[in-house]
């Protein structure tokens, strides 16, 4: 048996063909109710019924076999009529030709563990959206036998995210992409489509355009600056921003050592501020990022430097030294200036208040607009209350923006570098 059609089953238009053509990678992803999941499900029931198969059932977080698929593939083979040809068992399911799906977390493994699933013929990824660099990284070269293939569905969130990025930003060669939403399933039930039409009068743009159309966020539920990203990506703000060598770069720091010290290339031109370039690095000396700016070009031209802005934090003696990162940098031929000690929260306001003039260089900026997109709270888990942000990964990057916006109204063009101009009143209290 070789196809769906000696079972008579039957598939969305859509996917009726790709899921049985051969490729390494294929991609479904969609909105709700479009199908996607008990597609994929019973395309790899068949494909297990008609020879042996090795198939690893996984996504990036699975601490019980209740938050795997199993449920759904043993559901889709009693749906099928196949209870007599596979054994359901409680962490995995076996055919009587010699299939089996297994199931397991992708967080938890290693290079060394994900060894045990080097053997699978197939590999379907749930909640892909979810799946970490990392974890893509551990996954791909482990599944290595002829003619094997990795399928992932999921409901894309952001078009940073990983997954997305292999699917359809920069997909590999042999890679088959598909979109799929609920006006493409000829089966989507009208419990869901009442539930759909509530959620168009009801929702907000952006999340009914998530959930029931499959289209990326503008930035992650519970943003700082996901009204201010929304907002940004419809006006086309992320877009090609040239560096004008006529311009002056400004330099806006946020310091760090042991974790991420970024960096945000910034012109301005009247009231439009212009981030051209971003740098973030680990665990580097003041004196690389200077020589890594000094040998900059962008564009094709030289650069036209301005000013350097530390925090208040760059202006602290360093017990090591006995200098601070003010006078490191005047050291290495910069000129210095202090962005204001403003207190956070009034900081983000204050960039919320200036993003309509913001305008992003999207190839330069990229890892910059996804660490705003993630930038969140940080959630009191017994008063429910939100008092701070999170300090992860991403808010570096969001910490240097804050430190721009605080600065935008003294970036200068002047030939001269003259001292910034005072910061408004309301913003220092």
């Not at 600056?225 to 770069?249: C, N, Q, W």
């Not at 602290?316 to 956070?344: C, F, S, Y």
Request: charged share 25%.
């Amino acid at each position: 048996m070789s196809s769906p059609d000696a079972l008579n089953v039957e598939f969305p238009p859509k996917l009726a063909v790709v899921l049985f053509s051969p490729s390494r990678y294929k991609f479904i992803r969609g909105g709700r109710g479009s199908g996607k999941s008990w597609s994929i499900a019973r395309a790899l029931i068949v494909k297990a019924f008609s020879k042996p198969e090795r198939i690893l059932c996984t996504r990036e977080v699975q601490k019980s076999i209740k938050q795997s698929v199993h449920q759904l593939l043993k559901d889709q083979i009693a749906a099928l009529g196949l209870s007599s040809f596979f054994q359901v068992l409680e962490n995995e399911i076996r055919g009587l030709n010699g299939s089996a799906f297994y199931f397991s977390g992708l967080s938890d493994q290693t290079v060394e563990s994900i060894k045990s699933f080097e053997g699978c013929t197939l590999v379907w990824c749930e909640e892909a959206h979810t799946i970490t660099q990392r974890s893509w990284r551990i996954l791909t070269p482990t599944i290595r036998a002829d003619g094997s293939e990795i399928w992932a569905t999921y409901n894309p969130e952001l078009d940073t995210d990983e997954t997305h990025r292999m699917a359809v930003t920069d997909p590999q060669p042999d890679t088959i992409s598909v979109e799929i939403n609920y006006n493409d399933n000829p089966w989507f039930p009208e419990v869901l489509e009442k539930e759909r039409l509530h959620a168009l009068a009801t929702m907000r743009e952006e999340d009914y355009n998530h959930i029931w159309g499959g289209q990326c966020k503008p930035a992650v539920e519970g943003a700082i600056y996901f009204d201010a990203m929304s907002a940004t990506i419809a006006a086309g703000r992320i877009r090609e921003v040239p560096h004008d060598g006529a311009l002056k770069t400004h330099v806006v720091f946020d310091l760090g050592m042991a974790d991420s010290m970024t960096l945000i290339l910034v012109q301005r031109v009247a009231s439009e501020i212009r981030v051209i370039h971003y740098i973030e690095g680990n665990q580097r000396i003041l004196a690389d990022y200077s020589q890594e700016l000094r040998a900059l070009r962008l564009d094709d031209q030289p650069m036209n430097w301005g000013l350097v802005w530390l925090p208040h934090d760059g202006f602290h003696k360093r017990h090591q030294t006995g200098k601070d990162d003010r006078q490191v940098m005047e050291g290495l031929g910069w000129a210095v200036e202090e962005v204001p000690n403003i207190e956070v929260n009034s900081g983000i306001d204050r960039l919320r208040e200036i993003f309509p003039r913001i305008y992003f260089n999207k190839a330069r900026t990229e890892r910059l607009v996804e660490c705003l997109k993630r930038y969140r709270w940080n959630i009191n888990s017994k008063t429910g209350q939100a008092t701070q942000p999170l300090h992860d990964e991403f808010s570096h990057g969001a910490d240097a923006a804050r430190y721009m916006a605080l600065v935008a109204d003294s970036l200068t063009n002047d030939s001269n570098i003259a001292k910034p101009i005072k910061y408004k009143r309301a913003y220092l209290a």
